[in-house]
């Protein structure tokens, strides 16, 4: 059995804020295993069967998770026109047009991601896609992946008008006149993409997966959380196992639907039945996705009270509390984990409310639930993550004053409720366990830019900008530690997110110590190499 011993560098065994003790000089891992640290990992460098990694200054560090991504959509991003780059809605057409240049037996244009910004309240209107795109019907997804831009002949082929209602669950934005604008929240904008955009086929959904977790491979991370997953992702999963093409682990959360969760409740258990049966130790299925509401910034995250510029809406909750209550008692009662969107403060309140009702029938059964990015917290609901044993994964790229939220989210919250969020510090600090995730494609999967973030609260790019709600700000150990030990937690398992002895040898090798560079420098950090269970699955040479 080879021996892999790592030295010349800094060893990161066990980061958290108390550094002393959690550091050595050697790290030696066999068998997928760490089995010595130190002078006792020195001492194998000279037996037989051994490699030796010569970190070159650099660090080994616990490699990091993802606790909420869409890889699977993140992936097929690069089979549509490149508009994420657009630096406005010119940028955006001229894409468009460049790709249906480049494509022109296209019969649908679909792609992703724009920047909601570009246009006052989010709505963009499909006379302007019409420009470029004729009669060919084109879909564009926003940035928050809550909302679609159709053009005119898309439009058509839905067979949408002025006399086409809302749907449950989501809104169709319209002119004067009644007639669909061009921009679709929420359900509007899932039933589109579900029910009137051409599906992707399953070879073109495998190599999204494998272009997603190379991609992360190659920043040091071998565990993610699907937070989206529908009942045809899985035979794309499974195949993607059995052709070896899953170059991280991926844990699936099947999204439960208000309208069929009892349906559902069965299938769920077969498809975890299923993967189970696989033993792959890179596909998990133990986790059901609730969205409790949608995004702030196109007024659909559910609030407590109205919006501060909108004041006769508080948003579009996705379930009937009733029926929140019901569905997650039964999933938790099957054993599932819970993973459950919640944007605005009344969807926390709500999601906090079932968690809290779930565990009632058998309150010593050991939970690992989670709420998902935390955006707006009322600060009488902060202790509750800690006394309810919730886990609380936030997207810590979020918590700066970027054009979005000056634009957009603060002024359709006002004050007080500006202040209120990405409470991160405040949750930590209560004494809960905090998971980090990028929500990529929302916004980037380099947790690096985002570890900076949440220690600093702006952007790395800008190292003078005042921090936004400095006192959410959290030191770079407690930081690191919601990407590894925070991260283990959400994956349900007890033998990963250190390097000690005995413990799963996930590991990444970066340029520097992440822990002890200025926050702003850690977005420069380079990725030497990534392990998981031992086996490399990045090197920068391959």
């Known amino acids: 059995m080879q021996t892999t011993v790592f030295t010349g560098g800094t060893i990161l065994v066990h980061p958290t804020p108390e550094t002393e003790g959690t550091t050595s000089h050697a790290l030696a891992i066999q068998g997928g295993v760490v089995v010595a640290i130190g002078s006792e990992a020195e001492a194998l460098a000279t037996g037989h069967n051994v490699e030796v990694i010569n970190l070159a200054g650099g660090t080994l560090a616990p490699a990091l998770g993802d606790g ?4 699977m959509l993140g992936g097929l991003e690069s089979l549509g026109p490149a508009i994420r780059q657009a630096a406005d809605i010119p940028g955006i057409l001229e894409a468009v047009k460049n790709w249906r240049a480049e494509n022109p037996a296209a019969t649908w244009i679909v792609g992703g991601s724009y920047d909601a910004t570009f246009a006052p309240g989010g709505h963009f209107d499909a006379h302007w896609l019409d420009e470029v795109t004729g ?9 928050d992946y809550h909302t679609v831009w159709v053009n005119s002949a898309a439009l058509a082929a839905a067979g949408m008008t002025a006399e086409t209602p809302d749907p ?3 809104r169709i934005v319209r002119r004067e006149d009644g007639s669909p604008l061009g921009t679709l929240q929420e359900a509007a904008a899932n039933d589109f993409l579900a029910n009137i955009a051409p599906s992707y086929t399953v070879e073109e959904r495998i190599g999204a997966l494998e272009r997603a977790t190379l991609a992360y491979a190659a920043q040091g991370t071998t565990w993610i959380q ?5 009942a045809n992702d899985l035979e794309v999963y499974l195949a993607a196992v059995a052709q070896n093409r899953l170059h991280t682990r991926v844990n699936l959360a099947f999204r439960a639907d208000p309208a069929r969760w009892r349906a559902q409740l069965h299938e769920f258990v077969a498809a975890r039945e299923t993967v189970r049966n696989l033993g792959a130790d890179r596909l998990n299925g133990e986790t059901v996705k609730f969205f409790l ?18 004041p006769e809406e508080q948003g579009l909750p996705n379930w009937s509390r009733e029926e929140l209550l019901a569905a997650t008692q039964a999933f938790d009662t099957e054993g599932f984990q819970l993973h459950l969107h919640a944007i605005g403060d009344a969807a926390n309140r709500n999601a906090l409310d079932a968690i809290e009702a779930a565990t009632l029938a058998d309150p010593d059964r050991e939970r690992h639930h989670v709420i998902a990015h935390v955006a707006l917290l009322d600060p009488a609901d902060v202790s509750r993550f800690a006394k ?14 970027d054009a979005v939220m000056r634009d957009l989210t603060i002024p359709h919250l006002g004050h007080p409720r500006d202040s209120w969020q990405y409470l991160i510090g405040s949750v930590q600090r209560s004494g809960a366990t905090v998971s980090f995730g990028s929500d990529w494609p929302v916004t980037t999967l380099d947790w690096r830019p985002a570890l900076s973030t949440a220690i600093t609260r702006h952007s790395h790019e800008n190292p003078d900008a005042e921090s ?12 690191f530690a919601a990407y590894t030990t925070g991260i283990a937690r959400q994956a349900l398992v007890q033998d990963r997110g250190t390097l000690e002895v005995g413990m799963v040898a996930d590991a990444v090798w970066l340029s520097a110590d992440p822990l002890s560079v200025a926050p702003e420098a850690i977005a420069d950090l380079t990725i030497h190499g990534t392990w998981l269970a031992g086996e490399r699955t990045f090197s920068p040479t391959t």
């Open 226 to 230: 699907d937070a989206w997953v529908e």
């Open 68 to 71: 909420h991504a869409h890889p």
């Open 388 to 401: 309810l044993g919730v886990i609380a994964n936030f997207e810590p790229y979020w918590a700066q004053c």
């Open 135 to 143: 009669d060919i019907p084109t879909v564009l997804r926003s940035w």
């Open 168 to 170: 449950p669950l989501g």
């Open 468 to 479: 936004w709600l400095p006192e959410e700000r959290i030191d770079a150990a407690t930081a």
């Open 293 to 310: 509401d949608g995004v702030i910034e196109s007024h659909t995250a559910a609030l407590l009270e109205p919006y501060a510029d909108l």
